[in-house]
């Protein structure tokens, strides 16, 4: 009971998100129910990652909260600062220093290692819901392991656009079995969840839902084997800050000009101190 | 033999144990007198060979529909056993379908056995193109190469006679005669063994009927698969088919060959539709 009144929840929902999330590492890219809470933050701002994190983290943790790549966004400093508020744990914006990393929709440049957990907020975790509305079919198709219609949307963009139209939560499928919603990150990011040496939890607040990638599991994305898996690549790019080159930038469009920037800040500042040094 | 149904019932409510023993064209109801169950089908034996091509006939709710889905496994037995061809237990012997596991029960499905359906919407996904719902049964028998899917999806669509550059248009562009060969170019691409027809043709002009039943023998002969067609009408079943069933009230009246219970019918039930028609 030395765990009452730490990280906001009470003992009995720490209880049972972890034991959902038991389950879910378990049963890598299945997605496992939990009576999510209310929290000081409006469902749909991060509050299935949120009680995740709450649910797992000790005083000893080092906490990084990213928002699209940033560490400065205003979610990143609500969400970072309430739980500082509540677990008094340290935090930085240095991704190798972390134990757990808060995401929405990337995943850090810097490579992950083990003993890290990274937990990504996630608004719709069911991968099926754009094929099959019906909730009882759904669950049949994971348990067939009949993902057919997901290819079909596949087929479908490869023979009128040339290529899958998904430009983000890109569907994957998590040791050779479950096929999931890997949370609206680019698919830049998809073949870094790949075999991963850091363990990936997923939350999703407002579906009640959450799931998991154990560490060094297998993450592919769903692909015809006679075609690649393009991700985003921006040809002579490099970042207007720090000059970095074949990272994941954002395009920031000034009137006619388009200027590109690191997405992941904390690797753009590191950069820039490298270069100071140099 | 590719299909062995031996002793299969289908009873709809509570049921009692004398449903089966009171109901039938002996007792000239389907409805228990006892419980008031309806016995769909009532204790109806069959098999089909490899390229042979039976015919069930009886009237409306006499039951054809449902046996058709008890051997697809749209729905399943209250009682008998259905043996296909391959599927076995671990020392060899046929094994009875319904006591089998959902996987095989799923590939049985997805690629021995199709079904083409009276409603084109109950065959087809019309939120994908004919090309996308022939693709979902390619996929779903295994392929996973985009060009082999392509281009086996285009064979199909030669195949049943419709312009190559109508591939990617969806289900509502085309007609009730065209949605039925789409049907059947999805049924077909994944080479199943058998194929099941619940009145595949009523409700399409009679020109239209004609060269559909055409384009269904051809692909047969040219194919070799087996085939079961429900129909009302017995110059479908006279032209069409080798083996004839027909049922009322849920049980087989008359089982045989074609041509033998068109000239020659036993029951006075046959006899009474083979005069109508003649
Ligand atoms: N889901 C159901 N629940 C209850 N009764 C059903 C159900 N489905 C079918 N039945 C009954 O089972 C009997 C057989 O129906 P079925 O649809 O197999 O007949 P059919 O021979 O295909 O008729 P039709 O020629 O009109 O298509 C009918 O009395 C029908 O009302
Ligand atoms: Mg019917
Ligand atoms: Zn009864």
């Given at each position: ?151 079909v949307?596949?087929y479908e963009?490869t023979s009128q ?118 | ?113 199709s079904?083409i359906?009276?409603?084109p919407?109950?065959g087809l996904n019309?939120?994908f193109s004919a090309g996308g719902n022939i693709a979902e049964r390619i996929i779903g028998a295994?392929e996973?190469r985009y060009d082999e899917i392509r281009s086996n999806a285009l064979d199909y669509i030669r195949r049943i006679e419709m312009e190559t550059s109508r591939i990617d248009d969806y289900p509502?562009e085309f007609s009730g005669g065209q949605q039925q060969r789409i049907q059947i170019a999805k049924a077909l691409s994944s080479s199943p063994?058998?194929l099941?027809l619940?009145?595949p043709t ?6 239209v009927?004609a060269k559909i039943l055409d384009l269904i023998k051809e692909l047969q002969q040219d194919m070799g698969f087996?085939m ?51």
């Amino acid at each position: 009971m030395s765990d009452h009144g730490f990280a906001f929840l009470d003992g009995d929902a720490k209880k049972e998100i972890r034991r959902a999330l038991l389950k879910a590492v378990a049963l890598p890219g299945y997605i496992v129910p939990f009576a999510s809470r209310e929290m000081p933050v409006a469902r749909g701002w991060g509050t299935g990652g949120l009680q995740i994190t709450l649910s797992i983290i000790l005083e000893q943790d080092v906490l990084k909260v990213i928002d699209q790549g940033c560490d400065g966004s205003v979610n990143a400093i609500n969400i970072r600062n309430f739980i500082t508020s509540v677990t008094k744990v340290m935090t930085t914006s240095k991704t190798s220093r972390a134990s757990i990393i808060q995401t929405r929709h990337r995943i850090p440049e810097h490579e992950l290692r083990e003993n890290q957990v990274l937990v990504f907020q996630v608004p719709y975790p069911e991968v099926l819901t754009t094929v099959e509305p019906d909730t009882a079919q759904q669950k049949q198709m994971h348990a067939d392991g009949d993902y057919s219609k997901l290819w079909v949307l596949l087929y479908e963009d490869t023979s009128q656009y040339g290529d899958s139209r998904i430009s983000n939560r890109y569907p994957v499928q998590v040791n050779n079995h479950f096929v999931m919603d890997p949370s609206p990150i680019p698919k830049y990011d998809i073949p870094r969840m790949d075999n991963c040496p850091a363990l990936q939890l997923f939350g999703a607040g407002r579906e009640k839902r959450m799931y998991a990638i154990p560490p060094y599991t297998t993450v592919k994305p769903l692909k015809f084997d006679d075609r690649e898996f393009k991700i985003e690549v921006f040809p002579g790019v490099c970042c207007e800050r720090c000059g970095a080159r074949d990272v994941f930038f954002d395009e920031v469009r000034l009137g006619s000009d388009r200027r590109y920037f690191c997405s992941d800040t904390e690797f753009c500042d590191k950069n820039m101190e490298k270069n100071d040094a140099a | 033999m590719l299909l062995d149904v031996r002793n299969v019932s289908k009873i709809y409510g509570t049921s009692c144990d004398q449903c089966l023993s009171l109901t039938g064209v002996e007792h000239d109801r389907a409805i228990c007198p006892e419980c008031g169950s309806v016995v769909a089908v009532n204790s109806i034996s069959l098999s089909a060979r490899k390229n042979e091509i039976l015919g069930i006939v009886g009237e409306s709710g006499s039951g054809k529909s449902t046996l058709l889905q008890l051997i697809y496994q749209d729905i399943r037995a209250s009682s008998g056993e259905i043996f296909f061809q391959g599927v076995t237990d671990k020392n060899g012997q046929p094994s009875n379908i319904l006591h089998e596991p959902p996987s095989a029960v799923s590939r049985l499905r997805s690629k021995e056995m199709s079904m083409i359906y009276q409603n084109p919407r109950l065959g087809l996904n019309f939120l994908f193109s004919a090309g996308g719902n022939i693709a979902e049964r390619i996929i779903g028998a295994g392929e996973r190469r985009y060009d082999e899917i392509r281009s086996n999806a285009l064979d199909y669509i030669r195949r049943i006679e419709m312009e190559t550059s109508r591939i990617d248009d969806y289900p509502e562009e085309f007609s009730g005669g065209q949605q039925q060969r789409i049907q059947i170019a999805k049924a077909l691409s994944s080479s199943p063994q058998l194929l099941l027809l619940d009145e595949p043709t009523t409700g399409l002009d009679v020109s239209v009927q004609a060269k559909i039943l055409d384009l269904i023998k051809e692909l047969q002969q040219d194919m070799g698969f087996s085939m079961i067609i429900v129909s009302h009408d017995l110059g479908v079943i006279n032209h069409l088919t080798d083996i004839t069933v027909v049922m009322k009230h849920g049980t087989l009246v008359e089982y045989g060959l074609t041509d033998q219970i068109l000239e020659d019918p036993q029951h006075p039930y046959t006899q009474l539709l083979v005069s109508s028609i003649l």
